[in-house]
C-alpha cells in the first residue's frame, strides 16, 4: 500500500479521502488555494502545499503546480475526487509521466469516456443499448435535420464533449431545429471549446438510473447495484437512493451486468458509474454516459453495501485485488442522501456565500455527514457551494424517510443560507414518499408548494414564534392593559414575528415561503 499520497481537490470529498487514508496508515498531502487556507480538508492533513490563488483555474486546475506539489513532498500517488481534474485525461497522462500513480482508470478509458459519441460507440460494442442517436458528431444543419426526421421527434441536442446536460436541447419540430442547432453549438463551444454536437432521440419522462462498478488490474470487474438519481434541478442532482424505488433484482442485474461490460470494453480500472435512462413505462434502459471518477453520490452505495468505496479505490491503484466478488455483494435497507448546498431556495436556489457562524450537525442512528466545514468556515464565492451530504440509512424507505425528516430537522446552519429549508418539505411530500422518482419531480412538486400555506417549523422557529408572541402579548398588555383576554391573540403569529425572521440570518422553511 502507498505510504503517502496528494489528493488534489478540496472540501467534503478531500475530507471523505483523508478519512480512508487515515484507517490504511495512509499520510496525506492535500493542496488549498490561498481562500482555502483555513480550510477543513488542509486542517486534517498531514501536509497541506498552496498550489496558487483562490481562482481554481489558477489553483485546483493548475496541472503544473498540483504535479509539483505531489513530486515535492514524495507522494506516491494522486487521488483527483471529483470535480476539478478528476476527469482530465491529461491530467492522468501528466500524473504517470511524473512516475506516479493515478487513482483512477488509464488516460484512455477517460478519453474514450469523454467523448458522448465514442462512448455510445463503445456501449455499442459492447452489445448494450444506448439512445436511439448518432454515434457521430453531426457535421452540418442537413445532417442534423435528415437525422432528427430519420429518428423522429421530440429529439436532443447534445455536446459530444459535455456530459451533464450542459449544451442539451430538446427540440419537438423542424421550425425549432435551426435555433436549438445554433444555440446548442455555442453552448458546447463555450463550455468545453469543442462545438460538436449529436442528436438523441428524447426519452420522455425517464429515469435517470446509475450502477456503480469497479474494477481490479486482475481481471475482475463488479457491479454495486444502482442509485436512484431522478431528482435533478437545473441537471444538478439534488437527492439520491440506493435502491432505486423502481428496480427490483432482475432489472438491477441486467443493467449491472451492461454496465460491467461496457466497463471491461474500455479496460476499466478503480470506480467508475455507468449512467442509463430508463423509460418511464416500458422499464426499458439506455446507456447514457459513463462517469470515470469517483461519485458524489457514492456513500449511498457505501451504506446499502458496506464496503468503503475510496479504500477500495486505494487497494486497486496500489494493485491489489478487489476485496470482493460480485458473488459477495449484497444489498441491505435504504440510503437517501441530500446535498447540502449553500443557496436560497427562497430566492431561485442563488449562491449564498459567507461565514457559518454557529452550525449544529445532525447524528444519531442511520445518520452519516460528509461535511467540508466547521464552524467558522468560509464559504466561497470561488467553488461549487456545496457544504455537506446528508445521507440516512434505515432498514426500509419509510425508515430512511423517518431519520432524514429527523436528521434534516435537527440540522442548523446560521451565517448563510442553505438549501435544508427545501429538503424539510421534500421529505414531507406525498408523493416523494411513494417513490414517484421520475425526472418530472421537481417541476410538480414546486407547483403542489406554491399553494401549501404553512411550512413545518423548526424548533428554532417555534422559540422565535413563543418570543414574538410573549413580547406581542406585553406589548398589547402595556397599551390595553384591561383588553386582553382572547388566547387566539395571544399566541397568533405576528408582524413582530415577521420582523424579528427578517433580521435573523438563521434559515428557516417559513422564510423560503416568502417568495
Ligand atoms: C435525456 C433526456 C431525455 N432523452 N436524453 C442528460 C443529462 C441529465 N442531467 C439530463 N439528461 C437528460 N437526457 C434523452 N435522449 C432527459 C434528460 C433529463 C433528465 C434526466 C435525468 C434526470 C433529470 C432530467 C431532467 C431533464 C432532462
Request: proline share 4%.
Amino acid at each position: 500500500m502507498f505510504k503517502k499520497i496528494l489528493i488534489a481537490n478540496r472540501g467534503e470529498i478531500a475530507v471523505r479521502i483523508i478519512r480512508s487514508c487515515r484507517e490504511l496508515g495512509i499520510s496525506v498531502v492535500t493542496i488549498y488555494s490561498e481562500a482555502d487556507a483555513k480550510g477543513l480538508h488542509v486542517r486534517m492533513a498531514d501536509e497541506a502545499v498552496c498550489v496558487g490563488p483562490a481562482p481554481s483555474s489558477q489553483s485546483y486546475l493548475n496541472i503544473h503546480a498540483v504535479i509539483a506539489a505531489a513530486k515535492s513532498t514524495g507522494a506516491e500517488a494522486v487521488h483527483p475526487g471529483y470535480g476539478f481534474l478528476a476527469e482530465n485525461a491529461d491530467f492522468a497522462q501528466a500524473v504517470l509521466s511524473a512516475g506516479l500513480t493515478f487513482i483512477g482508470p488509464s488516460p484512455d478509458a477517460m478519453q474514450v469516456m469523454g467523448s458522448k459519441t465514442s462512448a455510445r460507440r463503445a456501449a455499442v460494442e459492447a452489445g448494450v443499448p444506448i439512445v436511439p442517436g448518432t454515434v457521430e458528431p453531426l457535421s452540418s444543419f442537413a445532417e442534423t435535420k435528415a437525422t432528427a426526421n430519420e429518428f423522429g421527434y421530440p429529439v436532443m441536442l447534445k455536446a459530444a464533449a459535455g456530459g451533464g446536460g450542459k449544451g442539451m436541447r430538446l427540440v419537438q419540430s423542424d421550425e425549432e431545429l435551426l435555433s436549438a442547432f445554433e444555440t446548442a453549438q455555442a453552448e458546447a463551444a463555450s463550455a468545453f471549446g469543442d462545438s460538436s454536437i449529436y442528436l438523441e432521440k428524447a426519452v420522455e419522462r425517464p429515469r435517470h438510473i446509475e450502477i456503480q462498478v469497479f474494477a481490479d488490474s486482475h481481471g475482475n470487474v463488479v457491479h454495486l447495484g444502482e442509485r436512484e438519481c431522478s431528482i435533478q434541478r437545473r441537471h444538478q442532482k439534488v437527492i439520491e437512493e440506493c435502491p432505486s424505488p423502481i428496480n427490483d433484482s432482475i432489472l438491477r442485474q441486467q443493467m449491472g451486468e451492461a454496465a460491467v461490460k461496457i466497463a471491461k470494453t474500455v479496460n476499466y480500472l478503480g470506480a467508475g458509474t455507468v449512467e442509463f435512462l430508463v423509460a418511464d413505462a416500458t422499464r426499458e434502459f439506455y446507456f447514457l454516459e459513463m462517469n470515470t471518477r469517483l461519485q458524489v453520490e457514492h456513500p449511498v452505495t457505501e451504506l446499502v453495501t458496506g464496503f468503503d468505496l475510496v479504500r477500495e479505490q486505494l487497494r486497486v491503484a496500489a494493485g491489489d485485488k478487489l476485496s470482493f466478488t460480485q458473488e459477495a455483494i449484497r444489498w441491505r435497507g435504504q440510503a437517501i442522501e441530500c446535498r447540502i448546498y449553500a443557496e436560497d431556495p427562497a430566492n431561485n436556489f442563488f449562491p449564498s456565500p459567507g461565514t457559518i457562524t454557529e452550525l449544529r450537525e445532525p447524528s444519531g442512528p442511520g445518520i452519516r455527514l460528509d461535511s467540508g466545514v466547521y464552524e467558522g468556515s468560509k464559504v466561497s464565492i470561488h467553488y461549487d457551494p456545496m457544504i455537506a451530504k446528508l445521507a440516512v440509512w434505515g432498514r426500509t424507505r419509510a425508515e430512511a424517510i423517518e431519520r432524514l425528516r429527523r436528521a434534516l430537522d435537527e440540522y442548523e446552519v446560521s451565517g448563510i443560507t442553505t438549501t435544508l429549508p427545501f429538503f424539510r418539505e421534500v421529505v414531507r411530500d406525498e408523493e416523494f414518499q411513494r417513490g414517484q422518482l421520475d425526472t418530472g419531480f421537481i417541476g410538480r412538486f414546486n407547483s403542489r408548494r406554491a399553494s401549501v400555506p404553512l411550512a413545518h417549523p423548526t424548533k428554532e422557529e417555534r422559540h422565535m414564534a413563543i418570543i414574538s408572541a410573549a413580547l406581542d402579548y406585553q406589548d398589547r398588555q402595556q397599551k390595553a392593559p384591561q383588553n386582553s383576554t382572547s388566547t387566539s391573540n395571544r399566541w397568533r403569529l405576528s408582524g413582530r414575528h415577521a420582523a424579528l425572521r427578517a433580521n435573523s440570518t438563521h434559515e428557516t422553511s417559513s422564510s423560503w415561503r416568502k417568495s
